[in-house]
């Protein structure tokens, strides 16, 4: 390997664990993250001890007074009063120490030596970082190539995640609005579905931003052995969540601003059900179980106390109970999303909730994470066999975008104490959560603690930077204050599924992109094309008795 020296170790930084360089940089290659080293021995051995640049400040510069006619070059005035032109600049540089990578440990020990004044300190070449930024290789079984290093030449030093970490300790891709997280997301989805992989994924698309990964079937870049991978895309008007599926709290939940006595009855109800019919039962049920109620226990006869259905309160709750389940496409007494169906290697299943309410939105989710995660615990333990619907012999990975509206910060909704729960103990149950959000902020601050892998993309809003900071330990200051500053594509990569922090540029989808914008001033002009023009004119020389017929259609 050969050596590229960059400067001079001139002394330890402000905190032990850093140390400060000289350099005058010609090239321009001592950029922020950039990765250089100084050789030390450390047990008797040579090692390169590896550390991340976080600040460079100049050291040589033209006095202000030489700037003061931006129409001669502050060289020539130099030049003028008998000055030598400088030759370059000179810059004071700032770096982390991170240590050397110890193989068989799969990380980085600091040996907290410091480099002498004046040692050399070299710029790590492409292959080093290849070998010790990542814990995989691209193409290994494994690993997701998300990109490539930002500080170097395209593709020169990839970036690949390391998979059985961030589905064993979870992930959170944090973003502006267009800053490209969904399309990041796209492109880890694409490396889980390679064959290297063959991920069971499950989408949570509340506004039908993925279906463009169907095209991922038939591509030959998914295909190897005989595997191509399959996606499903469940559309909101195929989703049924079975009523019995429910708990007490989605009841509540669906049912805002119940009076004290509603949610008594309610509750009496939903336990009296459950009591006589199981985990099967339906709406005629809850509703027999509801007109029967008393004031203390509930009945399960039918025709006792029928008068207390005059009861205002009964039947204001017969009234919201019926209004909210009994029309719904979604709340059904006996069909519901199959968990195998929905859930198999190889298989990416998008799960689109466009067009639905929010609350039930929420309640959908809730529902199949509770059931994902209890059949994932009952298999794991023997308690359910093959015939049952509760088995699932593999691990899961659910990406759910939006996540701020299904674990909002300060706020209580039926789907934020499910996560709370897979996010601590998910993990023993092979049952993994990614969460995809545009306003941190707005985030629960346990949730997004608990997600040990993270890909920060750029975030200007400072109460979103605050929240990262407090919640996210693995990403330094340094590399906080770079979030504002990076551009489309660009991301911060931390957290268990990478051996070190690191800045990279995503790779492109092999896949087409769902999530642009429509293109307005586009559109308007495509009305005055002469096609849309020529199409008017046809439909204004239609028979008078055709069009009437057409209007009727949408009276």
Request: proline fraction near 6%; charged fraction near 25%; hydrophobic fraction near 40%.
């Amino acid at each position: 390997m050969s050596k590229k020296c960059i400067g001079t170790a001139k002394g330890p930084g402000e905190s032990a664990h850093e140390y400060t360089f000289v350099t005058p940089d010609a090239e321009r290659r001592v950029k922020h993250g950039e990765f250089v080293y100084y050789e030390a021995g450390v047990g008797g051995q040579a090692r390169q001890i590896l550390g991340r640049v976080t600040d460079r400040i100049p050291l040589r510069l033209y006095p202000d007074s030489f700037m003061a006619d931006p129409s001669v070059p502050p060289a020539e005035v130099a030049r003028m009063l008998g000055f030598h032109e400088q030759q370059h600049e000179l810059f004071e540089i700032t770096v982390v120490v991170m240590g050397y990578y110890q193989p068989d440990l799969g990380d980085f020990i600091n040996p907290r030596v410091p480099p002498q004044s004046g040692s050399p300190i070299y710029i790590a070449d492409d292959e080093m970082l290849a070998q010790v930024l990542t814990k995989k290789q691209v193409g290994q079984i494994g690993s997701a190539h998300i990109g490539s290093l930002l500080s170097r030449g395209p593709d020169a030093v990839p970036v690949a995640l390391d998979v059985r970490s961030f589905t064993g300790t979870h992930l959170a891709i944090i973003a502006s609005t267009g800053a490209g997280k969904s399309y990041l997301a796209s492109v880890i989805i694409e490396e889980l579905m390679k064959p290297h992989n063959r991920a069971s994924i499950l989408i949570v698309d509340p506004h039908g931003e993925y279906g463009t990964l169907q095209e991922m079937m038939g591509d030959t870049a998914f295909q190897a052995d005989g595997y191509q991978p399959t996606v499903r895309t469940i559309r909101p008007d195929q989703i049924r969540v079975r009523i019995s599926s429910m708990d007490l709290g989605d009841f509540r939940y669906l049912l805002p601003n119940l009076s004290e006595k509603m949610h008594y009855h309610l509750g009496q109800t939903y336990n009296a059900t459950r009591h006589k019919h199981g985990d099967k039962w339906t709406l005629g049920d809850f509703m027999v179980m509801l007109r029967s109620v008393g004031d203390d226990q509930p009945t399960t006869d039918p025709d006792a106390d029928l008068e207390l259905e005059e009861d205002p309160t009964i039947r204001a709750l017969i009234w919201r109970v019926n209004s909210l389940l009994g029309q719904s496409r979604i709340f059904h007494d006996f069909e519901n999303l199959v968990l195998a169906d929905l859930f198999q290697p190889g298989l990416c299943t998008v799960l689109q909730l466009n067009e639905i309410d929010q609350r039930e939105q929420q309640v959908i989710v809730a529902t199949l994470l509770r059931r994902l995660n209890r059949a994932r615990m009952d298999t794991e333990k023997g308690l359910a066999g093959e015939q049952d619907e509760t088995y699932l012999p593999y691990p899961a990975f659910v990406l759910i975008e939006e996540a701020h509206n299904y674990a909002p910060a300060n706020a209580d909704v039926v789907t934020t104490q499910i996560l709370k729960t897979i996010l601590a103990e998910g993990r023993k149950f092979g049952v993994s959560v990614g969460l995809i959000s545009q306003r941190p902020g707005k985030l629960d601050g346990d949730v997004l603690s608990q997600c040990m892998t993270q890909c920060i993309m750029r975030i200007v809003n400072p109460i979103d930077q605050a929240r990262i900071a407090e919640s996210v330990e693995s990403v330094g200051r340094d590399l906080l204050n770079e979030l504002p500053a990076l551009s489309k594509g660009q991301v911060i990569v931390s957290g268990a599924a990478v051996n070190t922090p690191l800045m990279c540029r995503v790779r492109p989808r092999i896949t087409p992109h769902g999530a642009e914008d429509p293109d307005a001033p586009a559109r308007w002009l495509a009305h005055f094309s002469d096609t849309a023009i020529a199409d008017r004119k046809r439909e204004q020389a239609l028979p008078r008795e055709a069009k009437r017929g057409s209007s009727r259609l949408f009276k």
